[in-house]
Every structure is written in C-alpha cells, then in structure tokens.
C-alpha cells in the first residue's frame, strides 16, 4: 500500500515501511458497522452488544394457527414484545389473521427454547394496528418485559437522525437467534395521528425502537394515512414510529381485558378435555381494547 503527498517539486511517495510504523492495520471485516448516514453526528452511538443483551429476553416468537373457510388450515408466525411481567405479549395486528383467516390458535416460544406456551388473544387496537396476547399456564413466573410505562415518561422525545435501533429475531432453523438493527427518525408528522417516518435497517412493525441506552422510545406500526389526501385521491399504508404516550393508552385498555381472556380460555380448554379433544380458546373479537381507540387524535 503506498501514499501520496504534494511536494514543491512534484508528487513524492511515502514509505510503505513509515506507514506501517505509525499505525497497526485494521481489517475492514474487523471495524465497527458506520451508522447509517444521516445519524452519525445526532447523538452517541448504541452499543449494539449491550442493547442486545438487555432486550433480546423479551422479544419472543408467537405461532399462529390460522384457519379458513372450507377447513384449510395454515400456521404462521410473528414477532411480538413481552410488556407487562405476566406474559402479556405486543405485536402486529396484522399478523394475527383477519378476513378469510380465522384464528384458531395461538402459541408462544420464549427465547431459543422450542417449548409453545399456550397463550389467548387478549384484544386487538384497530386504530394502532397493534395486538395483546396473553401467555397462559405460567405458574406464576415473572416474564422478561420491556417496560413501556416507566419509558413514557422520557424527555425529551428521540430527535430527528438520532441513532436508535430495533432488536428481532431469527426463525426457528437458526435457533430463533436474538438480531440487532441500526435505524433513526427521519420526519415529524402530525396527521392522522403524531408519529414519526424512519430509515434504516430495522422496520419490523409491532416492535419497539430503543435509544443508545437500550430504553424504548417508540413502536412501530403499520399505518395509513388521511383518507382521500394522497396525491391519487385515495390512502396509503406504510410502517411508522408510534409514540410510547399513545401506545402506553392503548397497553392500559388491553390489560383491563386479560383477566376476562384467562377465564374464558381456562373454560374452552376445560370444555376440550371434557369432549376428549384439545378445541383452542377462542379469540378476542377484532376491535381496539374496551371498544375504544386509545390511538385516535
């Protein structure tokens, strides 16, 4: 490898050996990922390692058994956010069927470990496009959790081009191994709702975004927009960065329904063991939680 530098009487190399001397070299393959541009200068830079390590215990895989007219049957899966100690799980409402699909069942694996925790459908925000499932027959334990509630209170709110990052995970044949992704807010926007647009490597909906620090400052969020104000007349959809103040609303009315879920849930699977059959819990009916929608303006 050589070096050019400007001399008076021309262009002269410097020594190969002068270079080596200063500086040890560094593999590219061994340097830090650069943040993505635009969020390089806005803040300190995550330690990705420990955001991981702090996070990675609360974000789990839910299985979902989806069933159509006719008795077709498929399963499929999500990523989701354990927020509340006793098991109760934030996702994409999106995932969790609609339309021709039927839920019939759900289940949820925690970390790397094959075990399905059975769990029920507690309710679903309409508005907010985001679901609550509640994980069930866990013997009292408290859950790994991402605490929303105590993260709401922040100040100030994430600044545009601050560097932030998102954690998921893979599926289940690379052992549903905990990933972590770089991305920051690019707009403000007010209408329909406050939220932010991103850019970056991360844009799972249903999950939180976390700051340098490893505290969630948003959720992502599938959402559309005014009706009739896109430039075709109609509305578009697209993920984008919910505040943790409208989310937290909408966390308050789901837990108001666990306990009504659980019972019913215990009352089929009795029902089930009474016919000699194992008939999944039935699950919430498709509406924001309490009939409300915490995430209007």
Not at 194 to 207: I, N, P, Q, S, T
Request: glycine share 12%; charged share 25%.
């Amino acid at each position: 490898m050589t070096a050019r530098r400007r001399t008076a009487g021309g262009i002269a190399l410097a020594s190969v050996a002068a270079l080596l001397a200063s500086a040890a070299p560094t593999r590219a393959a061994d340097a830090p990922s650069p943040a993505p541009a635009g969020a390089r200068d806005a803040g300190p830079q995550p330690d990705l390692e420990a955001v991981l390590a702090r996070v990675a215990p609360a974000v789990v895989t839910v299985q979902f058994l989806l069933r159509y007219e006719g008795g077709f049957e498929t399963t499929d899966w999500a990523h989701g956010v354990v927020v509340d100690p006793s098991g109760l799980v934030l996702l994409a409402s999106g995932n969790v069927g609609g339309g021709d699909a039927k839920l019939a069942d759900v289940k949820v694996l925690l970390g790397a470990d094959p075990k399905e925790w059975p769990a029920v459908l507690v309710a679903r925000d309409s508005t907010l496009d985001l679901a609550y499932v509640q994980v069930l027959g866990d013997e009292g334990r408290p859950f790994a959790h991402v605490d929303l509630d105590a993260a709401a209170a922040r100040k100030p709110e994430p600044r545009l081009g601050e560097p932030l990052c998102g954690v998921t995970r893979t599926g289940r044949a690379f052992d549903y191994a905990p990933s972590v992704r770089r991305l920051y807010f690019t707009t403000r926007i007010e209408a329909p709702r406050r939220m932010w647009d991103f850019a970056g490597e991360f844009g799972e909906a249903g999950l939180p975004v976390f700051d340098a620090t490893g505290q969630p400052v948003a959720v992502l969020s599938r959402q559309s927009g005014t009706e009739g104000a896109d430039e075709g007349g109609g509305s578009s959809t697209d993920t984008f960065a919910l505040p943790l103040s409208t989310v937290v609303k909408s966390l308050e009315q789901a837990r108001k329904r666990v306990p009504e879920a659980v019972r019913k849930a215990a009352e089929a699977r009795k029902d089930g063991e009474a016919r000699g059959d194992a008939e999944p819990a039935k699950p919430a009916p498709d509406a924001a939680p309490g009939g409300e929608k915490p995430g209007g303006r």
